[in-house]
C-alpha cells in the first residue's frame, strides 16, 4: 500500500479552549506531517471535510487527533483499504485538565502532553502498514458437538436450524443424558410455583429427525487437532481402553534432561488409539457439552454415607423418586458442618439448593399424610424467578428449612438420625428420618482433560491455568461459552451448574458462538475478543532461536512445534493479543498495524526534557480491555491526571516486550508503569494470563535496572479493573511521587 497520509486536529469538545491548536500542529509538523483543523470533525462537515481530502489528495491514512479510539468508530471508518489513527486528545487530555480549562491560559504541562500525544499518534501512522486477512485454502463449516444430553442436543438443534451440518457424538448407547432420569424440571414460567414434566424426550426426538443431523451414539472423540475452519477430529469406540490419547506436556527445561537422561521421557512407549475413523474428519468449530458427574461425598464420615444404608447422594435420590415412591420422612443435608460450619460440599451451588427444594415436594407429594422433608442448610441460593418457587416451598406443608451444622448421622432402625446444632431456632435438632440425602455438588467432566483430547502442546486439556476448578472457560465473566482453545466452545455442565432453562440458553449461546467462529475463519479475521482484527502475528524465522517463550506463554495454544523445534503458528486459533510478541527476546513477532517498532518509536516520540526536574516524564503501557477504558471514563467525569505521565494503548500487558521498557529508560524517561487487568483470585484478564505474565517479567526487567544502577522501583505494575474509573488519578499519582521522591533518571541527557 503506497500510503498518502492527512493528520487532522479536532478543536471541538473543549480540546481548543484549553490547548494551544498551532503549536500542536506544529507537534506533528516536526514529526513529519502538516495537520489541518475542524471545529468537529465528527460532525456531518466534518466528515465531508475527511472525505474529500480521501477524493481530491487520495489520502488513504487518516490521523485523527480528538476524542477516544473507544467512540466514534463509524465516523472515522473511511472503508477497505484505508488506514486511521486516533490521537486521544478529548478524554485524556482536555478532559482531565481540571483548573487548566478555567484559567483561560494554556497549561505549559497540559500543552506538552497534548504535543507528545499528536507526535505518538503520526509516528503510529507511519508504522501501521495495512494488515491482509489471513484465510484458509478449504474450510470446513461443519460443526461438532460432544455430548448428547440436554446441552448437547440444544447446541445441534441450534446449530442445524441455523443451517449448519452437525455431528452429534454421545458415549452411551442413547440420547438424553442424565435428564432421562429425572422425574420433574424446575418451574420455567409464572408464578414459577409448580414443577414441570422434563422436556428431554421431545428434545431428543426432534435431533433425531433432523436430516442436518449425524448422530453417533457409543462413540468418544479420541482426538481434536488442527485449528478453527480445519479441526480434524478422530472418533473412537465409547469406554475403550487406548495406552495413548496425547501426549503429556513437556517443557523446555524438561526436554534437556530427558535429552540429558536426567528424566525419562513421560511419553515413552506409548501407543496410538485406535481410530474409528484413521484419517479423522474435517469441522470447523467444536461445541463440549459433556456434562458433570457427582461429586464425591464419602470424605465426609461423620454423614455415614458408604456405611449407612439410608444416606444417599441427590442424584441417588432423583432415580429413586423417578422410579417409585419416595420415603415420608427425609432429611436434605446441604453442607457437611462438621469441624468447619460453613463449608459447602464439593461443586455446592444455586442447582443443588434447587434440587433439594424440588426433591422436598417429592417428598410431600408422595406422602400427602404424613410427609416431612427438612432442609438443613448453611447457603440456600435461588437465584433470579428461582427465588418465586423458594418462597412456595417456604409455605408448603411438611416442608421444614433451618440453617444448622449438621454434626453427625447415624443409623436408626432402617433409617437415620441426623444430629444438628446452631439452628435458627437456636436449640439442637434429633432428627429421625428414613432418608438422608447428601447434597453432592456437579463436577464437570473437564475436569478430566482427556475428555476432548485436544492436540495442543499445552495439554489435551483446559486446565492449564487451574483457575476454574477444572471448567472450560477462558473468561468465566466477560466471554461465556469461550474457551482457552480457540474455536471450541463449553456449555452447559462444562462451564458452570445450571439448571434446564439455563442449559438451554447456554447451549444456544454456544452454537452462535460455533457458527461466529467458523464465519470468522472463512473472512480471515479474529473471532474473540478483537472481533474482526484482520492482523495476526508474522515470524521473521531466520532469526528464531527456538527458545520456546512464545509457545510456553501463548494463552491458547496457537502456537505448536514442528518436527525440529521451531514455533508452529495456528493463526485461525490466534486471539491477537501480541504475549508471543511480548515474549520473543529476538523481537521477531509482529503485527501489521502493531509491532515492536512501532510501540518503541511511539515511546521516542515522546519528549524527554533533561534541564527540568520539575518535568519527569513517565511512560503508562495501558491495556485496551479494561484499563484503557476505565482511563477515558475517568475522563469523562472530568477527573484530574498527572500531566507528568504518557498513555501508550497496547493488546494486553502480555505484548510488552521489555524492550520497550528499556527503549524508555535508556531514552531518560524517568520511570515505566503498567495499568492492566486483575488476575489471581480477581482474575479478569481478557487474554487469561497476559497481565499475571506481564507482572512476572516487570520483576526480571527491575533487577536489570538494578544491576545498570537504577532503582528497580522505576518500574512497576498496577492492576486495575474496567470500574476504577476514579481510583486511577490516585494510583498513578502514587506512583508518580514514588518516581519523584527517587528524582530524575541518571542517564537522562546521555
Given at each position: ?158 446449530a442445524a436450524a441455523a443451517g ?278 456437579m463436577v464437570p467432566t473437564t ?259 538494578g544491576s545498570l544502577g537504577l ?40
Amino acid at each position: 500500500m503506497d500510503k498518502v497520509y492527512g493528520a487532522y486536529l479536532c478543536t471541538g469538545c473543549g480540546i481548543g479552549e484549553v490547548l494551544d491548536v498551532e503549536g500542536l500542529k506544529a507537534a506533528a509538523s516536526e514529526t513529519g506531517m502538516e495537520m489541518q483543523e475542524h471545529a468537529y470533525l465528527c460532525g456531518d462537515d466534518g466528515r465531508a471535510f475527511l472525505e474529500n481530502d480521501a477524493k481530491e489528495k487520495g489520502v488513504n491514512t487518516f490521523v485523527v487527533c480528538a476524542c477516544s479510539p473507544r467512540v466514534m468508530q463509524k465516523e472515522f471508518d473511511f472503508g477497505e483499504g484505508t488506514i486511521t489513527v486516533r490521537g486521544n486528545l478529548r478524554e485524556q487530555v482536555a478532559w482531565t485538565a481540571g483548573d487548566a480549562a478555567e484559567g483561560g491560559e494554556v497549561d505549559e504541562f497540559l500543552q506538552e502532553l497534548g504535543a507528545d500525544y499528536v507526535r505518538m499518534a503520526v509516528t503510529r501512522a507511519q508504522k501501521t502498514a495495512l494488515p491482509v486477512p489471513y484465510k484458509l485454502e478449504s474450510i470446513s463449516k461443519k460443526i461438532l458437538v460432544m455430548g448428547g444430553g440436554l446441552a448437547g442436543l440444544t447446541a445441534a438443534k441450534e446449530a442445524a436450524a441455523a443451517g449448519y451440518e452437525v455431528t452429534l457424538v454421545e458415549k452411551d448407547a442413547v440420547l438424553g443424558g442424565k435428564a432421562l432420569g429425572w422425574r420433574k424440571m424446575f418451574p420455567t414460567a409464572y408464578p414459577y410455583a409448580t414443577l414441570e414434566e422434563p422436556s428431554i424426550e421431545q428434545l431428543v426426538a426432534e435431533v433425531s429427525g433432523n436430516a442436518k443431523i449425524t448422530i453417533k451414539t457409543g462413540t468418544e472423540v479420541a482426538r481434536v487437532a488442527g485449528a478453527p475452519g480445519q479441526f480434524n477430529v478422530t472418533f473412537k469406540k465409547a469406554g475403550e481402553k487406548t495406552e495413548w490419547d496425547a501426549p503429556a506436556r513437556v517443557t523446555v527445561e524438561q526436554q534437556d534432561q530427558i535429552a540429558s537422561g536426567e528424566m525419562e521421557d513421560p511419553n515413552k512407549g506409548m501407543k496410538k488409539y485406535t481410530a474409528l475413523n484413521p484419517d479423522g474428519e474435517l469441522f470447523g468449530a467444536v461445541v463440549i457439552a459433556t456434562g458433570w458427574t457427582p461429586a464425591k461425598v464419602d470424605e465426609f464420615e461423620h454423614l455415614g454415607y458408604g456405611s449407612i444404608k439410608a444416606v444417599v447422594t441427590n442424584a441417588e435420590f432423583e432415580k429413586l423418586a423417578k422410579n417409585g415412591k419416595v420415603p415420608a420422612r427425609v432429611a436434605f443435608v446441604q453442607s457437611p458442618g462438621g469441624k468447619d460450619k460453613d463449608q459447602d460440599f464439593p461443586y455446592c451451588n444455586s442447582v443443588t439448593s434447587m434440587v433439594a427444594l424440588k426433591q422436598a415436594n417429592y417428598v410431600v407429594e408422595d406422602n400427602p399424610e404424613d410427609g416431612q422433608a427438612y432442609i438443613l442448610y448453611q447457603h440456600m441460593r435461588t437465584p433470579g424467578n428461582a427465588e418465586l418457587y423458594y418462597k412456595a416451598m417456604q409455605s408448603k406443608d411438611g416442608v421444614y428449612m433451618t440453617k444448622g451444622s449438621v454434626t453427625k448421622v447415624e443409623e436408626s432402625g432402617t433409617g437415620a438420625a441426623v444430629s444438628v446444632e446452631d439452628t435458627l431456632l437456636g436449640e439442637d435438632l434429633r432428627l429421625e428420618v428414613d432418608m438422608v440425602v447428601l447434597a453432592a455438588g456437579m463436577v464437570p467432566t473437564t475436569l478430566d482433560k482427556a475428555v476432548a483430547n485436544l492436540a495442543y502442546r499445552q495439554g489435551p486439556g483446559f486446565s492449564d491455568l487451574d483457575l476454574f476448578d477444572g471448567y472450560a472457560d477462558s473468561n468465566f465473566v466477560c466471554f461465556p461459552y469461550e474457551t482457552r482453545r480457540t474455536g471450541v466452545y463449553a456449555c452447559g455442565g462444562v462451564r458452570k451448574a445450571e439448571t434446564m432453562e439455563e442449559t438451554i440458553d447456554d447451549a444456544t449461546g454456544a452454537a452462535l458462538k460455533a457458527i461466529q467462529c467458523i464465519e470468522s475463519a472463512n473472512r480471515g479475521v479474529a473471532v474473540h475478543p478483537r472481533s474482526g482484527d484482520m492482523t495476526f502475528p508474522e515470524f521473521f524465522f531466520q532469526r528464531c532461536t527456538q527458545c520456546k517463550r512464545c509457545t510456553e506463554e501463548c494463552p491458547f495454544g496457537a502456537l505448536d512445534d514442528d518436527e525440529k523445534g521451531t514455533p508452529l503458528p495456528n493463526p485461525t486459533r490466534c486471539r491477537r493479543c501480541g504475549t508471543c510478541m511480548g515474549a520473543c527476546p529476538e523481537r521477531i513477532i509482529n503485527f501489521a498495524d502493531y509491532n515492536i517498532d512501532m510501540i518503541g518509536s511511539m515511546v521516542k516520540a515522546i519528549e524527554v526534557p533533561d534541564d527540568d526536574e520539575d518535568k519527569l516524564r513517565i511512560a503508562v503501557f495501558v491495556c485496551e480491555n479494561d484499563a484503557y477504558p476505565a482511563l477515558d471514563m475517568s475522563g469523562m467525569h472530568r477527573n484530574k491526571l498527572n500531566r507528568l505521565v504518557r498513555f501508550i494503548p497496547v493488546r494486553c500487558l502480555g505484548s510488552v516486550n521489555m524492550v520497550w521498557i528499556k527503549d524508555a529508560m535508556s531514552a531518560g524517561m524517568d520511570g515505566a508503569l503498567l495499568l492492566g487487568c486483575k488476575y489471581g483470585d480477581d482474575y479478569q484478564c481478557h487474554f487469561a494470563k497476559g497481565s499475571e505474565i506481564a507482572t512476572r517479567r516487570m520483576e526480571n526487567i527491575g533487577e536489570t535496572l538494578g544491576s545498570l544502577g537504577l532503582e528497580p522501583e522505576r518500574c512497576g505494575v498496577r492492576e486495575i479493573a474496567i470500574s476504577d474509573y476514579d481510583k486511577i488519578p490516585a494510583i498513578i499519582d502514587e506512583f508518580v511521587e514514588e518516581i519523584i521522591a527517587m528524582g530524575p533518571n541518571p542517564f537522562k541527557g546521555f
